[in-house]
């Protein structure tokens, strides 16, 4: 089935620790987004990537990093994690140069930094 | 700045029509969507306005008023799986989505 695939889709992390997610789309869409949801709050962009081997910053990038090495992946990364990192985390994708540019979500990863 | 404005919370009947609004200030504009999001799921596409008017999707409706920063979803004969958050996002001249909180939407039989 066509879409995106995060993983994993829970994780608990203690603060300090490393952490990648992991997201990848398999539609060919040239434009992929992270984005953090949090409780009474709108979505909100940590990364993007207009094409592949291109990256930028969104509302909020302190503390991630993202790298963009082919059309079909986009990671993210936590190199120190804090516990204000606690969040569900949607990779998204869209096709720019469609009707619309809709976005397409991944179905989360939940992260809880102790 | 920026601003998406959307209530917090609603409350309707089964059967029975609700209205979200949305309003927002943004820096440009390139288009109006609506997202459902259902608890703990990823939210999904419900409607694209770019130009003032009503657009309509079977039970679903969205309007738009450029001139006033104004628009709403109409859900119409509301059933129990409408139970969602509804998300008002809106496009900027950078291209880039700025997103209101959400409207939770319950239904009560």
């Known amino acids: 089935i066509a879409g995106i695939t995060q993983a994993p889709t829970s994780q608990i992390l203690a603060a300090g620790r490393r952490m990648t997610l992991r997201c990848t789309q398999d539609?060919?869409?040239?434009?992929m987004y992270w984005y953090r949801q949090d409780l009474g709050l709108g979505l909100r962009l940590i990364h993007y990537?207009?094409?592949?081997?291109?990256?930028g910053k969104g509302e909020v990038p302190d503390g991630y990093s993202v790298s963009r090495a082919n059309t079909d992946d986009f990671p993210l990364t936590l190199a120190s994690a804090v516990p204000s990192q606690t969040s569900v985390y949607f990779c998204a994708s869209s096709d720019r140069a469609g009707d619309t540019g809709e976005l397409f979500f991944g179905e989360g990863s939940r992260l809880t930094v102790l | 700045g920026q601003n998406i404005d959307q209530p917090t919370e609603m409350t309707a009947t089964e059967g029975a029509i609700v209205q979200i609004n949305c309003t927002y200030q943004t820096s440009g504009f390139n288009g109006l969507f609506w997202y459902q999001q259902h608890a703990g799921e990823a939210p999904t596409f419900l409607s694209y306005n770019v130009l003032d008017g009503l657009e309509e999707k079977g039970r679903f409706s969205s309007f738009l008023s450029r001139s006033k920063g104004y628009s709403y979803l109409l859900l119409k004969e509301l059933q129990m799986k409408d139970s969602a958050s509804y998300l008002c996002?809106?496009?900027?001249?950078?291209?880039?989505?700025?997103w209101g909180a959400g409207t939770k939407l319950i239904i009560k039989p």
């Open positions: 990537s207009n094409t592949a081997g291109t990256t």
């Open positions: 996002a809106v496009r900027d001249s950078n291209y880039q989505l700025i």
């Open positions: 539609m060919r869409h040239n434009a």
